[in-house]
């Protein structure tokens, strides 16, 4: 408890000054506001449903396009893992593809796809599908040999050795891979907001930042921040779930 | 019937007169890599009954273990005939069920006693409502009750065993295939499952094959012993067991002819 205390200390503090200091006059912000107003924008945002519409555009792309890009993800990893030769054949076609930063893809899936939902999905899911096609790779590759022999000694179809062996035992490395891909779809989302797609908080820092709200602003930073802090915490919690047996 | 060893010919002229055998090997060679000269199998050659119970004992390295996955069609020889009730064995079968020694690998730890059993029969094709029924039935017959919900790590290594037992006898093999089952269990837990494999055995009418590197096991056990030697891995010698069913774990190993067995086979593995 004391611990914790001298930790919230040093925060505490500078809060405490930077909100006096403008309280007082001491110091003026043009573009930084103070505490108590950027909580006071925060609140008002969330109370007026504008927080809340953005937030629910942001999550709803990064979880689709989380998804989308996950099931391709363990599609491809599956494949390359289990096949030498789809592993030598396509293997560095894929290489090449994750090289390309995920960003550099918005202008052209923005003439593709025009804005909207779709294209911002679109181009999450590439970035998602990477981590977990690698993590699907390796965990396919390092299932128990001995429970492919008795996938063999059962005559298992390959679909049936697929989805009732390999991959229920590639499940916990493959998760690792989707929560790599989570923080990911989670960044891509905003900047996608953020450069080309008018919806989303990524939007809504824009119009904060332009329209001279840096109190907003810093509200929606604050947000952004506990809903990532959220995000990793279920993670973890589903951690220590798929700990037990 | 029973054949060691040496020339091809010779033997298939010995059994021509006998029935058709569960397992017949011909001149059955293995070995791993192309650049290795010394083969791990060299030419062996035996048959097995249709309901016998054949036990293989030899010092490791003797290629027990790989002869029992050529026989479960998981390898295949570099030479020679496998033979199953007549058939080349081209591939593994549900009709010959392997159990391995390494039971914590070879049970889904995501899935619990129920369901390890239940994979055996929906590689089967079996409805869920006959896969619940066969499952309680394999349940009861092995024992495993009190732990049909729960999973194999929660158990202790001998119902782990036990388990995959059971799905084994899911398969309704005609031959079982074991290797070394009982060799990682303390020796009370291995003595109760002896006598209950002997007892399933009975029962289903099942040809097991039996591999372990213990010859007690392998003389309580078996209608016929195979002797291994070693570099390469060869048929030594082949003793026939006569001794009486049903076996008694004092009375048995005390009998006369099991304690000759013993020092005969002793004597084989000193490599005298």
Not at chain 1, 162 to 185: H, Q, S
Not at chain 2, 209 to 227: C, K, M, Q, S
Request: proline letters at 5%.
């Amino acid at each position: 408890m004391e611990r914790l205390w001298r930790g919230a200390l040093p925060p505490v503090l500078i809060l405490a000054l930077w909100e006096t200091s403008a309280r007082t006059g001491a110091m003026t912000y043009a573009s930084l506001s103070y505490p108590s107003a950027i909580v006071r924008a925060g609140a008002n945002a969330l109370l007026d449903g504008s927080l809340l519409l953005s937030t629910w555009q942001t999550c709803q792309a990064a979880l689709l396009g989380l998804a989308l890009g996950s099931a391709i993800g363990v599609l491809l990893g599956s494949a390359l893992g289990l096949s030498n030769i789809a592993q030598r054949a396509a293997g560095p076609t894929f290489d090449a593809m994750r090289a390309v930063p995920s960003v550099a893809l918005m202008p052209l899936s923005l003439l593709l796809l025009g804005w909207g939902l779709a294209m911002e999905v679109s181009v999450i899911a590439y970035s998602c599908c990477w981590p977990v096609m690698i993590a699907t790779s390796a965990a396919v590759r390092g299932v128990e040999p001995r429970l492919l022999e008795v996938a063999d000694a059962l005559e298992l179809t390959p679909l049936a050795r697929l989805w009732k062996i390999v991959l229920p035992a590639a499940f916990a490395r493959i998760g690792v891979g989707v929560r790599i891909a989570l923080g990911i779809a989670l960044v891509v989302a905003v900047t996608i907001e953020i450069a080309v797609n008018p919806r989303g908080l990524g939007y809504a820092l824009v119009l904060a930042q332009q329209s001279l709200k840096p109190d907003l602003m810093f509200g929606q930073i604050l947000w952004l921040a506990a809903i990532g802090f959220a995000l990793n915490a279920v993670l973890s919690m589903a951690d220590t779930v798929r700990g037990a047996p | 019937m029973t054949l060691i060893g040496g020339d091809v010919a010779d033997q298939s002229e010995g059994v021509a007169a006998t029935a058709t055998p569960a397992l017949r090997l011909r001149g059955v060679c293995a070995r791993f890599g192309a650049a290795v000269n010394r083969p791990v199998l060299d030419r062996v050659s035996f048959d097995v009954c249709p309901g016998e119970f054949l036990c293989i004992v030899g010092p490791s390295g003797c290629g027990k273990t790989t002869l029992l996955r050529l026989l479960a069609g998981l390898m295949k020889p570099s030479a020679g005939t496998l033979e199953f009730e007549g058939s080349a064995i081209r591939g593994p079968s549900r009709a010959r069920a392997i159990v391995f020694q390494d039971y914590a690998n070879a049970l889904l730890p995501w899935r619990t006693v129920e369901g390890n059993i239940a994979l055996a029969l929906e590689g089967a094709g079996v409805s869920r409502e006959g896969r619940a029924e066969r499952v309680c039935g394999l349940v009861k017959k092995m024992g495993l009750e009190t732990a049909a919900r729960q999973y194999p790590q929660q158990l202790s290594g001998g119902m782990q065993q036990r388990v995959q037992i059971a799905r084994c006898l899911a398969q309704q093999p005609r031959v079982m295939l074991m290797d070394e089952p009982f060799g990682a269990l303390d020796a009370i837990t291995r003595q109760i499952l002896q006598d209950e494999l002997l007892a399933l055995a009975a029962e289903q009418g099942v040809t097991v094959v039996f591999i372990t590197h213990d010859l007690e096991e392998a003389i309580y056990l078996g209608d016929r012993v195979i002797v291994l030697a070693a570099n390469p891995g060869r048929i030594a010698e082949t003793i026939d067991v006569r001794l009486p069913r049903p076996r008694n774990q004092l009375t048995t190993r005390e009998a006369p002819q099991f304690l000759a067995h013993r020092h005969r086979l002793f004597g084989l593995l000193q490599g005298h």
